[in-house]
């Protein structure tokens, strides 16, 4: 289970999961004072409901101020302050005559209670969180995660483009390499390899994928694309150093070509894209690491939960049966 007091990739994980959150706060039924569209919690709140004192809320604000600040704690002060005072004079505890006011919003209150070590309930808490998270996952998408890139609008016009670009590979791997048919399979991972440093076996292994099921279906939108730029880039420079010879390339001259091809400067910030997309949402959408990106996972933004779970979201199918002229594109796209 992950332990939230270490992580802040997992933190910032499940407080930007918005569905998650709703979950959370209804099953925990806390409400607090509604002020400027949110629940706000004075630090005395806080404390009262995790058994704490105010020393410890200072402590962890002290070690952790950015966080908190970035998931909702605020001080507030001036106008915004006398507005909040005249709504909830008559239930403050504290602050009624300081001239600034420590709030928590809900976000903010998890972000506390995911830190604490000390509370016994703030681990309790923790417990259920993690729970609540994997149950929403599980209610939005049926229990599998592994198509979860479906959800996403660009992956049609991805996949639908994808078969005219591989195309284009094979055919210059035919028609300009000297190798057996081996080398479809030997190139494709060595593209592999440069995007995103696993080939298709390893990329099946940690998918859990069947034998008949694509790994390019399992893939994301922004990781195709880039898949078909390498692809049909190393398949022009095939072309030109076919016709520059006058034969066709030794399987060394293609495995050095790939890696001029993949070291030029304007590759580098769309390879390091793609590794923090596939290594960040497979992290926190699919719960699976990819060990040689680990230095690519970051948290996934809120932005990001509502691509692929909100219900504006949908899996292939249901996308193509709702909009029926998505699937004339769709077949027109592929056939092209």
């Known amino acids: 289970m992950k332990d939230l007091t270490v992580s802040a990739i997992d933190r910032q994980n499940i407080l930007n ?22 629940y706000r919690f004075t630090r005395q709140q806080v404390a009262e409901f995790y058994g704490i004192d105010n020393s410890t809320i ?29 709504q909830f004079k008559w239930m403050l505890q504290e602050g009624a005559k300081a001239p600034q006011l420590a709030v928590f919003n809900f976000r903010a209150f998890l972000n506390l209670g995911m830190l604490l070590t000390e509370s016994e309930k703030a681990r309790a808490l923790r417990s259920t969180i993690l729970d609540i998270v994997i149950d929403t996952l599980n209610k ?27 195309k284009e590979f094979t055919t210059s791997l035919s028609n300009y390499l000297e190798m057996g048919n081996y080398k479809y399979a030997v190139y494709t991972d060595a593209i592999y390899k440069v995007i995103f440093k696993e080939d298709a ?10 034998e008949k099921e694509n790994p390019r279906d399992t893939m994301y ?8 730029s390498f692809e049909i880039g190393i398949a022009d420079e095939m072309k030109r150093m ?14 050095e070509l790939i890696l001029e091809f993949s070291q030029k400067r ?27 990106l680990i230095p690519y996972i970051s948290s996934l933004g809120i932005n990001d939960y509502e691509r692929f779970l909100d219900d504006k979201s949908k899996d292939l199918l249901n996308r193509i049966i709702d909009n029926p002229e998505l699937l004339d594109v769709f077949k027109r796209l592929k056939d092209r």
């Open 140 to 166: 939005k998408l049926g229990g599998s995660t592994k198509y979860i890139n479906q959800r996403d609008e660009e992956f049609l016009v991805a996949i639908a483009r994808e078969p005219a670009y591989r």
């Open 17 to 38: 999961n918005q569905n998650a959150i709703e979950n959370i706060q209804n099953y925990l039924g806390i409400i607090g004072m509604m002020f400027d569209g949110e």
């Open 58 to 86: 200072d402590r962890y604000l002290s070690q952790n101020e950015n966080e908190l600040k970035h998931n909702g704690y605020t001080n507030l002060k001036g106008k915004v302050l006398k507005e909040f005072k005249e």
């Open 242 to 255: 076919f016709e520059k010879l006058n034969r066709k390339l030794m399987p060394t001259e293609l495995d």
């Open 221 to 228: 939108s922004e990781i195709l694309k880039l898949i078909a």
């Open 201 to 210: 076996k390893e990329y099946r292994q940690i998918l859990q994928l069947e």
């Open 266 to 292: 304007f590759w580098i910030p769309q390879i390091e894209d793609a590794r923090n997309k596939m290594a960040s949402r497979d992290y926190g959408l699919r719960n699976i690491t990819h060990k040689r």
